[in-house]
């Protein structure tokens, strides 16, 4: 059974960091396309990054360097660390494994940058 648990968001001023953990197990992220996710009420979730293993990177637009995705494949663990954020960030984060099999998305975690 695949299991993907976001966790790590929380409230931080504009201009500050947060880093986003995404722990999979049943799958190995090192041969997974791996991405993170945000979304808005009323509009679509929209790709922050992806990765498979930590490479083909992949990022965003709105991205432009802020945030760094990463792989720690012994942890089966992808992280999001995010710098520079601004209000218009805020938004649930969500954690997507898309295996041959199928994709699987975890619970969402919370980010809100305000002052």
């Known amino acids: 059974q695949v299991q993907v648990v976001e966790s790590g968001g929380g409230l931080v001023q504009p201009g500050g960091s947060l880093r986003l953990s995404c722990v999979v197990s049943?799958?190995?992220?090192?041969?997974?396309?791996m991405g993170w996710y945000r979304q808005t009420p009323g509009k679509q979730r929209e790709l922050v990054a992806t990765?498979?293993?930590?490479?083909?990177?992949d990022y965003g637009d709105f991205v432009k360097d802020r945030f760094t995705i990463s792989s720690d494949n012994d942890k089966n663990t992808v992280y999001l660390q995010m710098n520079s954020l601004k209000p218009e960030d805020t938004a649930v984060y969500y954690c997507?494994?898309?295996?041959?099999?199928?994709?699987?998305w975890g619970q969402g975690t919370q980010v809100t940058v305000s002052s």
């Open positions: 990765t498979t293993g930590g490479m083909n990177i």
């Open positions: 049943g799958i190995a992220v090192k041969s997974t396309t």
């Open positions: 997507r494994a898309r295996a041959w099999f199928g994709e699987f």
